[in-house]
């Protein structure tokens, strides 16, 4: 069995540093072959104030939430 992919755009929230944030996240929506549930990767965030220091906040979206680092600007997830 395969899996369908297809990319979708969702709405998302970051908490950290002191704030809590809305946000858009892009990611990859993936279906398990033989079931009817599916899980995201590769989200990428947008929509985010232009003033969000950097550091570490947790990503809620799509019903799952990971560890995302903000540094220099740019994104990086997951963090372990």
Known sequence: ???N???VRLP???VGMG????CSVQAVKVSLPGTVE???IRPHIFDVPADL???LYCLTFGGMSEKVQRHTGAWIAPVA
Do not use: V
Not at 19 to 22: A, F, T, Y
């Open 38 to 40: 599916y899980n995201y």
């Open 5 to 7: 992919r297809e990319i």
């Open 12 to 14: 998302g929230r970051l």
């Open 19 to 22: 704030r809590e944030i809305q």
């Open 53 to 55: 220091q950097d550091g």
């Open 1 to 3: 069995m395969t899996s």
